[in-house]
């Protein structure tokens, strides 16, 4: 059964540094998210993406986030610097149409020290 | 009101028994529905859709109450692997947003 894939599943960053996290989404999908959730906490939206282009974002995305999908399979959330408080798990998901069901990656457990 | 509420619980259910939930959405226009569950630390993993003519899937079932705006989750003869948190979906608009619920959290106890 196709699965959302995503890389690294833990990734520990210094404050202030780059980081780039990977989702390979579902290959025929065409609505690609980005989550995060800190621990114990709800599960909350920062951006939606189709046809190459940002649909929606939240507040919590800021312009010190980025998404790209840079090779028509990669799907990548990058966030500039990192603060302390961008440590949470990264929870990339896919859609295969605007009504269906968005399947999730197994995430990436960022931690900013 | 928020668009998506659900009682974040914990509810704490004997095992073998019967417990249901609900998550009521504020949307009259919503379109789509659906039941996910999340165990501690992984991700939130979709369960089952809710049709309007409601559906089940062997100890689950799940409603749609268009009238009240809410969506059920009944879980009958509850395993201990079912302690997880419930959360809801609604899609709604114009532009397909989807509004996650916060969840409910469901313990079951030996």
């Known amino acids: 059964e196709p699965e959302v894939t995503q890389t690294p599943s833990h990734q520990v960053t210094q404050m202030g540094q780059e980081v780039i996290l990977r989702c390979v989404p579902i290959?025929?999908?065409?609505?690609f998210y980005w989550y995060r959730q800190i621990l114990g906490q709800k599960v909350e939206f920062l951006v939606s993406f189709y046809n190459n282009e940002i649909s929606e974002k939240s507040e919590i995305f800021d312009d010190q986030f980025s998404v790209e999908r840079p090779d028509g399979s990669n799907f990548t959330l990058k966030i500039r610097s990192t603060k302390l408080e961008d440590s949470a798990m990264y929870f990339c998901a896919s859609q295969s149409g605007s009504y269906n069901e968005q399947f999730f990656g197994p995430g990436t457990r960022l931690t900013v020290l | 009101r928020k668009e998506v509420e659900q009682d974040p619980g914990p509810f704490n259910v004997p095992e073998g028994a019967t417990v249901a939930f609900n998550c009521t959405y504020s949307?009259?226009?919503?379109?789509?529905f659906f039941w996910y569950r999340q165990d501690c630390r992984k991700e939130p993993k979709l369960l089952m859709s809710v049709y309007s003519s409601g559906n089940e899937d062997g100890r689950f079932t799940a409603q749609l109450n268009r009238a009240s705006q809410y969506i059920s989750l009944l879980i009958r003869d509850s395993k201990l692997s079912d302690s997880a948190t419930y959360l809801c979906v609604v899609i709604s608009g114009s532009n397909y947003q989807l509004i996650w619920g916060a969840g409910t959290k469901l313990i079951i106890k030996p």
């Open positions: 949307n009259s226009a919503s379109q789509s």
């Open positions: 290959s025929n999908h065409l609505y």
